[in-house]
């Protein structure tokens, strides 16, 4: 018999956080099982239904998206917008009914007109420094909210006191590998949701993170969920 993800009660109850006014970087990712981290250049050529259900439970439990400009070019992010049956629960479990993207951006090189500016339910924050260029700032102003994290680089640290103090302690990041390297290297990862999906890719497709400085953090197994023959790992920051 095919094992199956447990009901969605019950799914949610495997996700939550004990303390959500404590900021918390939850990574999510997916990867194949000789490790690349993307399909002909995507991730979306590794998952399937069942990771969309796992997605849709993490996002559903977060106070806010946060993703790096690169991704969201190359996965074509949209607007985020809850369904009203996920907005309703998240009401009722005293959330805000949708959800803000937060966009890691150093050059700001992403268009005013792109959809995940004009077609968001809520309005995006975009995460850069003080040494951005100021004319791509200006634009961005227009249909986002323009966040310094540190004078020459956007540091990790700052980023997430910067969504804590909006009232956005919960963050899930969505990648890309780059600001999951960076997430790493300043050790600001508490938890990874990593789907496994039964492929194997070979070619040269990338690891979930990368970096210029390498890191070794250690990190403890939560659960592990299992539909078909794809797995779904819960892991958590070591507690020393």
Same mark, same amino acid.
């Given at each position: 018999?095919?094992a199956?993800?447990?009901?969605?009660?019950?799914?949610?109850e495997r996700y939550?956080?004990p303390d959500? =006014?404590?900021p918390r970087?939850?990574?999510?990712?997916i990867a194949?099982?000789?490790?690349?981290?993307?399909?002909?250049?995507?991730?979306g050529g590794?998952?399937n239904?069942?990771?969309k259900?796992?997605?849709?439970t993490l996002?559903? =439990?977060t106070?806010?998206i946060?993703?790096?400009?690169g991704?969201?070019?190359?996965?074509?992010y949209?607007?985020?917008?809850?369904s009203?049956?996920d907005?309703?629960?998240?009401v009722?479990?005293? =959330?805000s009914?949708?959800l803000?993207?937060?966009i890691?951006?150093?050059?700001?090189?992403l268009?005013?007109?792109?959809p995940?500016?004009?077609?968001?339910?809520t309005?995006?924050?975009v995460?850069?420094?003080a040494?951005?260029?100021?004319d791509r700032?200006?634009?961005?102003?227009?249909?986002?909210?323009?966040?310094?994290c540190?004078e020459?680089?956007?540091?990790?640290?700052?980023l997430?006191?910067?969504?804590?103090?909006r009232?956005?302690?919960?963050? #899930?990041?969505?990648?890309?590998?780059?600001?999951f390297?960076?997430l790493?290297a300043?050790?600001?990862?508490d938890e =990874?949701?990593?789907?496994?999906?039964?492929?194997?890719?070979g070619?040269?497709?990338?690891?979930?993170?990368?970096?210029a400085?390498g890191?070794?953090?250690?990190?403890?197994?939560?659960?592990v #969920?299992?539909?078909?023959?794809m #797995?779904?790992?819960?892991y958590a920051?070591q507690?020393?």
């Amino acid at each position: 018999m095919r094992a199956q993800l447990p009901q969605r009660a019950q799914l949610i109850e495997r996700y939550r956080v004990p303390d959500r =006014l404590k900021p918390r970087v939850r990574v999510n990712f997916i990867a194949s099982l000789d490790g690349a981290a993307t399909h002909e250049g995507l991730s979306g050529g590794l998952n399937n239904a069942d990771d969309k259900i796992v997605f849709d439970t993490l996002r559903l =439990l977060t106070d806010v998206i946060l993703v790096g400009a690169g991704t969201v070019r190359a996965e074509g992010y949209g607007g985020i917008q809850m369904s009203p049956e996920d907005a309703a629960w998240r009401v009722a479990h005293g =959330l805000s009914p949708q959800l803000p993207v937060a966009i890691v951006s150093g050059r700001l090189d992403l268009e005013p007109g792109h959809p995940v500016f004009t077609e968001a339910a809520t309005r995006p924050i975009v995460l850069t420094h003080a040494a951005a260029p100021a004319d791509r700032r200006v634009a961005l102003s227009a249909v986002a909210d323009v966040i310094d994290c540190g004078e020459h680089a956007i540091d990790p640290h700052l980023l997430v006191a910067a969504l804590a103090a909006r009232g956005l302690p919960q963050i #899930l990041c969505e990648g890309g590998p780059h600001l999951f390297g960076d997430l790493v290297a300043a050790d600001r990862v508490d938890e =990874l949701c990593l789907s496994l999906s039964p492929l194997l890719e070979g070619g040269g497709a990338g690891r979930i993170a990368v970096g210029a400085t390498g890191a070794t953090r250690a990190m403890e197994l939560l659960h592990v #969920l299992r539909a078909g023959d794809m #797995l779904f790992l819960r892991y958590a920051r070591q507690q020393s």
